[in-house]
């Protein structure tokens, strides 16, 4: 299984972007769906997770201006990213949870660059 993902690019502070993440294949166990981001020099973090459930998270540096959103049907998963600062710019991952065990699968990552 990959996930496969997209939507970053290169934006002025205050822009706006939409990532997308799905998988390779239908697959029927995947449980919590997540975009994560790692910035040069720094770790990964999460950005923002979705559960099957709908419960969602947000790291505290994008509440209210990031959305995450799930397609379950299509097991795809969004990030509407608005008000873009330079300090939002990363390689952004998506990560899935699949199967009983909750094994952790990742995109290849996409580049959002956030610059005037």
């Known amino acids: 299984v990959q996930l496969q993902a997209s939507g970053g690019g290169s934006v002025q502070p205050g822009g706006s972007l939409r990532l997308s993440c799905a998988p390779s294949?239908?697959?029927?166990?995947?449980?919590?769906m997540a975009w994560y981001r790692q910035a040069p020099g720094k770790q990964r973090e999460l950005v923002a997770s979705i559960a099957t459930g709908g419960r969602i998270n947000y790291a505290d540096s994008v509440k209210g201006r990031f959305t995450i959103s799930r397609d379950t049907a299509k097991n795809t998963v969004h990030l509407q990213m608005n008000s873009l600062k330079p300090e939002d710019t990363a390689v952004y991952y998506c990560n899935a949870k699949i199967g009983a065990l909750r094994v952790d699968y990742w995109g290849q990552g996409t580049q959002v660059t956030v610059s005037s």
């Open positions: 294949r239908n697959i029927f166990s995947i449980n919590d």
